[in-house]
């Protein structure tokens, strides 16, 4: 079952920016594409990076440990797509992002 969640306010991940936040125990990384919020699980699956800390290049994220790309639409890993990083939803109210954490 989801559970939608308050993870930031909107001007906390401005355009073109990642954020890293904790929600209910988990990590969760926000990104900022041109103003569409869209939210990966932000503990990179190669080495536990922090995905809500990397550069965010367009719709792609570049973890900041060791270099894995990840769509931040899709999380889709860039180079192997059958690794994919868990997307969570992400709705905008008012000044807030939340997110669907399942
Ligand atoms: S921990 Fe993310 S690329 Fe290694």
């Not at 079952?1 to 990384?29: H, L």
């Not at 900041?64 to 180079?79: A, I, K, N």
Request: aromatic residues 8%; hydrophobic residues 35%; proline residues 6%.
């Amino acid at each position: 079952m989801s559970e939608r969640q308050r993870v930031c306010a909107i001007e906390d991940v401005p355009p073109g920016k990642a954020g890293e936040f904790v929600v209910d125990d988990r990590i969760v990384a926000i990104y900022n594409v041109d103003g569409k919020f869209f939210a990966l699980d932000g503990v990179c699956p190669h080495a536990g990076g922090p995905l809500g800390k990397g550069h965010l290049m367009g719709t792609r994220i570049t973890c900041p440990w060791h270099g894995w790309q990840f769509d931040v639409t899709t999380g889709r890993h860039c180079l192997t797509p059958n690794i994919e990083q868990q997307r969570f939803e992400v709705t905008v109210e008012g000044d807030d992002v939340f997110v669907e954490l399942s």
